[in-house]
T-cell receptor, first 115, second 114 residues
Framework: AQSVTQLGSHVSVSEGALVLLRCNYS??????LFWYVQYPNQGLQLLLK??????LVKGINGFEAEFKKSETSFHLTKPSAHMSDAAEYFC?????????????FGTGTKLQVIP | NAGVMQNPRHLVRRRGQEARLRCSPM?????VYWYRQLPEEGLKFMVY????????ESGMPKERFSAEFPKEGPSILRIQQVVRGDSAAYFC????????????FGPGTRLTVT
C-alpha cells in the first residue's frame, strides 16, 4: 500500500519569495511520484513527475522537485513565487511495479501568494 | 488535440434523482479513471475502466453508483437516488495504453444535491 502526506493544508508566501510545498510518501516498493496543480474550478494539471533516473525533476512554470529516498520526500519548490502560482497543489504516488497500479493523492496544499 | 472532456460542468439534482456524468477521454486513450473530490479533501479514486471492461472498482460505493465505458461513446458515471452527501466534484482522467500512472484530467463535474 502507498500513501502521501502533505504538510500544511495552506501555505502563504510573498510574491518573489521561495515556494516550498512538502510531500512525504510511504510505499512498500519504489514509487513513481507526481505533483499536480489545480486552479479554481478546473481539473488537475501535471506539473512534474519522477519515475526513474535523475532525482531532481524539473516541471512546468519553473517548479522542480527532488526525490529523496532516505527522507521519503518529494518536496516541490520554486525560487520566486508569482501571483499566477496561487492554486492548490497535490502530491501523488503510485508503485513502480509494472502493470496497473492505483494513483494515491494527498489532501492538497493551497498556495496563497501575497503581493 | 482536445483534452479530456466532461459534461455537464455543473449539475444540480434534488435528493432521490439520478445523476449522469459523462467523460470523453483524450484521443487515443482507452483507459478512464473516475475520482471524487470532497471539500477540503484530496481526490479519492472511484473506478478504473477500459473499453467495455471495469478493471478496478474498489473505490466505488457499493450501492447507487455505477460506471461504464462502452465501445462507442463516452464513459458514464451514474449515481442513482442521490443524497446530499454525494455533492462533490467528480473528475475523470484518461491515460494512453500502458501508461496508467500518467493521467490527464478533465475539468470536472460539480454535482450539487439540494
Amino acid at each position: 500500500a502507498q500513501s502521501v502526506t502533505q504538510l500544511g493544508s495552506h501555505v502563504s508566501v510573498s510574491e518573489g519569495a521561495l515556494v516550498l510545498l512538502r510531500c512525504n510518501y510511504s510505499s512498500s516498493v519504489p514509487p513513481y511520484l507526481f505533483w499536480y496543480v489545480q486552479y479554481p474550478n478546473q481539473g488537475l494539471q501535471l506539473l512534474l513527475k519522477y519515475t526513474t533516473g535523475a532525482t531532481l525533476v524539473k516541471g512546468i512554470n519553473g517548479f522542480e522537485a527532488e526525490f529523496k529516498k532516505s527522507e521519503t520526500s518529494f518536496h516541490l519548490t520554486k525560487p520566486s513565487a508569482h501571483m499566477s502560482d496561487a492554486a492548490e497543489y497535490f502530491c501523488a504516488v503510485t508503485p513502480n511495479s509494472g502493470g496497473y497500479q492505483k494513483v494515491t493523492f494527498g489532501t492538497g496544499t493551497k498556495l496563497q501568494v501575497i503581493p | 488535440n482536445a483534452g479530456v472532456m466532461q459534461n455537464p460542468r455543473h449539475l444540480v439534482r434534488r435528493r432521490g434523482q439520478e445523476a449522469r456524468l459523462r467523460c470523453s477521454p483524450m484521443k487515443g486513450h482507452s483507459h478512464v479513471y473516475w475520482y471524487r473530490q470532497l471539500p477540503e479533501e484530496g481526490l479519492k479514486f472511484m473506478v478504473y475502466l477500459q473499453k467495455e471492461n471495469i478493471i478496478d472498482e474498489s473505490g466505488m460505493p457499493k450501492e447507487r453508483f455505477s460506471a461504464e465505458f462502452p465501445k462507442e461513446g463516452p464513459s458514464i458515471l451514474r449515481i442513482q437516488q442521490v443524497v446530499r452527501g454525494d455533492s462533490a466534484a467528480y473528475f475523470c482522467a484518461s491515460s494512453p495504453i500502458g501508461d496508467s500512472y500518467e493521467q490527464y484530467f478533465g475539468p470536472g463535474t460539480r454535482l450539487t444535491v439540494t
